[in-house]
């Protein structure tokens, strides 16, 4: 059997939400609550939910770039949450992140060269005419030249700014890198570019990516096997082809009821889900979805549902497939 390349088991993130006079912990945001996923080595694994339901969350917290509150995220094999940090710098060579936001997640005071060569000269690895030679070979890779080294970010389109983003991140070589809606705030004739530029370095480089997205249409295009998350929880897991032709958890189904059909004379069902998604600040008793499951029981209401494996691969955490 092949060992992932990441384990995640168990994962919760809550946030302490204070009040009163005096500041005291009132509550959590359960962003991500009992969370348990593996991404196979060279896959690209997509993470589908709506907003809010804890995705950038989970992708922060596998790379530890915020403090889980408890749980395990194994890197091979390596337990990152126990490592101290000397030793997480040196896990920094391997695991990197793409930002949503091409702007903000870029330092307006830097040049591009100072900003994608930044980890190099953090981890000691390059300087001088090497470090600028690596630096350009990075910016060629995703479609950027030479003259765009002295430029400032706000010199740069949105697609530009992705584009210097993704530099960044390769430019330690890693083996894993989170992308966090990486499309989402482009245009729709650039996300069809990025999202072909990173299919093309995940093959040339042999990547595993973790794709975070609420774009079904995205992650049908770039996924292997996918996630679905709702209110801090996976509720099913599958290959691509498994969840879109055989989704079984009613949450899944509805949102992929909500992929329009470009066919006027096709009839299309859409599952229409009744109120609002709960607080993740007070999510409700038992499994999170019962509130507005067109099939709920129950035992819905009081005991949260197991995942389970129904087919090779599929898992789903649903007292109907019990």
Request: some cysteine; glycine content about 8%; hydrophobic content about 40%.
């Amino acid at each position: 059997m092949i060992e992932p390349l990441i384990e995640v088991k168990d994962l919760k993130k809550h946030f302490p939400v204070k009040g009163g006079i005096l500041q005291k912990v009132t509550g959590f945001v359960r962003a991500v609550d009992g969370v348990d996923l593996e991404i196979e080595r060279g896959e690209i694994f997509g993470l589908v939910g709506e907003s809010g339901c804890g995705k950038t969350t989970l992708g922060r917290a596998c790379l530890r770039l915020i403090e889980p509150t408890s749980g395990e995220v194994r890197f091979e094999d390596v337990d990152i949450l126990n490592l101290n940090l000397k030793d997480m710098q040196k896990m920094r060579l391997k695991v990197q992140m793409v930002f949503q936001d091409p702007f903000s997640s870029l330092d307006p005071r830097k040049m591009i060269k100072d900003t994608v060569g930044e980890g190099l000269v953090i981890h000691g690895l390059a300087k001088g005419s090497e470090l600028k030679e690596r630096v350009l070979q990075n910016l060629e890779r995703v479609g950027l030249k030479k003259e765009h080294l002295y430029r400032y970010p706000h010199e740069f389109s949105g697609g530009q700014r992705q584009r210097i983003g993704i530099a960044r991140s390769l430019i330690l070589n890693p083996k894993f890198i989170v992308l966090d809606e990486p499309t989402s705030a482009l245009d729709v004739s650039v996300q069809a570019k990025i999202l072909n530029l990173l299919l093309k370095l995940q093959k040339e480089l042999d990547l595993t990516y973790m794709f975070i997205s609420h774009n079904l249409s995205v992650i049908e295009y770039m996924s292997d096997r996918i996630a679905v998350m709702y209110v801090g929880k996976i509720v099913e897991t599958g290959t691509k082809v498994e969840l879109f032709e055989n989704p079984l958890h009613p949450y899944t189904r509805a949102l992929f009821s909500a992929i329009p059909i470009p066919d006027p004379d096709l009839k299309h069902v859409k599952i229409i889900l009744k109120g609002d998604v709960p607080s993740p600040l007070n999510p409700p008793s038992g499994c999170r979805f019962h509130p507005r499951c067109p099939y709920t029981e129950e035992l819905c209401e009081r005991e949260e549902p197991i995942s389970i494996e129904v087919s090779s691969g599929h898992k789903v955490a649903c007292h109907l497939t019990r």
